[in-house]
């Protein structure tokens, strides 16, 4: 099994630019998220979806939007990026005993 | 809010014993999970505790206590490999983990 697919792993958007991190899973687990992770921050939650058409906003969820419309799959959207987004993102999807399996990362750079 | 609270560094030396603390206040709680970070690489799972007490998993071990809104993490027989960051994270009402800053832990020979 693939586990957490994340793509691109690496992009670099000038500021005002629109793109959009895709995660895809297959291990059929109905819960997925999206973090950014920034130098002394630690992994802080954007947006989360407990399953196909429900998401919820996380701890920092300004600037990006999110959908669910199968169970595999849930991209993050940045719909105007801005240099405060440069960050890693981690996309992760969760078992049902509550363990949470990560992708590679994304490292966006926005200048 | 919600927020877990863990030392930024932790130094030890190949062999030795070394607790990573976390202490958190969080709605919702549910049970405090631990990961690992290792440079560039993506956060892997070690352990969970839902209930009061220790888990063992071989070198490592965690223990919450939920009337102290405390836990932490136990590494033995420190070895080189185990140099990475750690992260405590509250698992809240079964849904959304929340994360601690980390503790990246060096281990020296």
């Known amino acids: 099994n693939a586990g957490v697919t994340q793509t691109p792993k690496f992009q670099v958007l000038k500021t005002g630019q629109s793109m959009t991190l895709q995660c895809a899973q297959d291990m059929n687990h109905e819960y997925m998220s999206w973090y950014r992770q920034d130098p002394g921050m630690g992994l802080r939650l954007i947006h989360y979806?407990?399953?196909?058409?429900?998401?919820d906003q996380g701890e920092v969820p300004n600037g990006y939007n999110v959908s669910r419309s199968t169970t595999e799959d849930f991209p993050l959207r940045l719909l105007s990026a801005a240099p405060s987004q440069t960050s890693v993102y981690f996309c992760?999807?969760?078992?049902?005993?509550?363990?949470?399996?990560f992708g590679e990362g994304s490292r966006l750079t926005v200048l | 809010g919600q927020s877990l609270e863990q030392p930024s560094e932790v130094t030890a030396v190949e062999g030795a014993i070394v607790q990573i603390n976390c202490t958190y206040q969080?709605?919702?709680?549910?049970?405090l999970s631990w990961y690992q970070q290792h440079d560039g690489g993506a956060p892997t799972f070690l352990s969970y505790?839902?209930?009061?007490g220790l888990e063992e998993t071989g070198r490592f071990s965690s223990f919450l206590s939920r009337s102290d809104s405390y836990g932490y993490l136990l590494l033995q027989e420190l070895q080189m490999k185990d140099s990475a960051s750690y992260f405590c994270?509250?698992?809240?009402?079964?849904?959304?983990?929340?994360f601690g800053k980390g503790t990246t832990l060096s281990v020296s020979s």
């Open positions: 992760a999807s969760k078992t049902g005993t509550g363990e949470l399996f």
């Open positions: 505790n839902g209930l009061d």
């Open positions: 994270a509250s698992n809240q009402a079964g849904t959304a983990l929340i």
């Open positions: 979806s407990v399953g196909a058409g429900i998401t």
């Open positions: 969080t709605s919702g709680f549910y049970g």
